[in-house]
């Protein structure tokens, strides 16, 4: 395949593009030629959203082979072979389109690495992933074996496989590949640098929309509007997404008893606690009176109740500094693969707890 063996980085916009480029291939097969089209979705939200195009695929006559990580099968139309993988194998991670007949091939196969580009819209749009690609015929027919090989399929289903595979054989590798495949990476890498530049330039033109509402002027902490925006489209099961939810008693009242200055200055050591143990992809949002969510896409469950004791001590240091109020804090935690986020879920944790000194243990996703 192009690039090292090992494959490069690839955000999930590029591979999107490049996954559409190999399904119009297949579309475009002429008439009649024997084609194998697997696409590996992850799971079947991702695919829903691609039903038309593979409903297409099928009607022309391909063997067309939807593989997904789900443990209840869900119904695909008639001509859709659905492969399951199991939900903690390999192949639960891989995003892959291989196409296959006697005179072409294309595939691409990437790695969910279960880490976010921190220049992106949402979470989704930043995950990252490590692949390959390729329109040489006999890689489209490495992947097929392997792919074959490693699903669990029905006899059928092998057997016009194994028709498709003869019919390959017959055919010799054809030429000039290597020449197609030039102009092919020379657009590839045009177009990455393309959807890299309108990410960045949609990012800094939402920092400076005055109507936005997605920071409070006063603090600069991101706001719920923020928050939905950017935890639209999650797919559930795939990225792990670290939540803890600290909660600040007397934080409210701050204002009320001691002044705006007091309540300012309060909230800024507030923050200044966070974000000091925060990471560039992470976020912190005032979701209450009291309440911060903060977001830790990739954390580990350990890193995740780590994160929750040190600001909650950091936390109970701030009566030192000016305001000079003890504002005790404790936290809920979870790492999660569900969808939606369980927020209400941190939220009645918190309120279980009461004004413990310690950090309430972590929730079972």
């Given at each position: 395949?192009?690039r ?52 297409n ?155 936005s ?50 309540e ?48 909650c ?20 935690a ?6 939606p ?25």
């Amino acid at each position: 395949m192009d690039r090292s063996r090992a494959g490069e980085l690839l955000g999930k916009p590029m591979l999107v593009e490049l996954s559409h480029a190999i399904e119009q291939f297949a579309l475009a097969a002429a008439p009649g030629e024997p084609l194998i089209v697997i696409a590996m979705f992850q799971k079947h939200s991702y695919f829903q959203r691609e039903l038309p195009v593979y409903r297409n695929i099928a009607s022309a006559g391909a063997v067309t082979l939807v593989g997904m990580a789900e443990e209840i099968p869900p119904q695909l139309p008639r001509g859709l072979h659905l492969a399951l993988a199991p939900a903690t194998g390999p192949l639960a991670r891989e995003w892959s389109v291989t196409v296959l007949g006697p005179h072409g091939g294309a595939t691409l196969v990437a790695t969910d690495l279960e880490l976010v580009d921190p220049v992106a819209r949402t979470i989704e749009e930043g995950r990252c992933f490590r692949g390959r690609w390729s329109f040489r015929r006999e890689d489209a027919l490495r992947e097929v074996l392997r792919l074959r090989s490693q699903l669990r399929l029905p006899a059928g289903v092998i057997a016009e496989m194994d028709d498709v595979l003869q019919a390959v054989q017959r055919v010799p590798e054809p030429d000039h590949q290597g020449w197609w495949g030039v102009p092919a990476r020379f657009l590839a890498d045009r177009m990455q640098a393309a959807v890299r530049s309108r990410t960045e330039a949609q990012v800094a033109l939402e920092s400076v929309a005055e109507d936005s509402g997605e920071r409070d002027p006063r603090t600069g902490l991101y706001t719920e509007k923020f928050l939905k925006r950017w935890t639209a489209g999650l797919g559930a099961g795939t990225l792990p997404i670290g939540l803890a939810l600290l909660r600040v008693f007397g934080i409210a009242e701050v204002r009320a008893d001691y002044g705006l200055r007091a309540e300012l200055a309060a909230l800024h050591g507030v923050s200044g606690c966070v974000q000091d143990l925060l990471t560039n992809v992470d976020r912190v949002v005032r979701i209450g009176r009291e309440d911060f969510l903060v977001v830790l896409p990739s954390w580990s469950p350990e890193r995740v109740m780590w994160f929750c004791e040190e600001v909650c001590e950091r936390v109970s240091r701030l009566e030192d500094a000016y305001p000079f109020i003890a504002l005790p804090g404790v936290a809920a935690a979870t790492v999660t693969r569900s969808r939606p986020l369980p927020i209400p879920q941190l939220i009645h944790q918190v309120e279980l707890g009461g004004r413990a000194s310690e950090p309430v243990s972590l929730l079972a996703d």
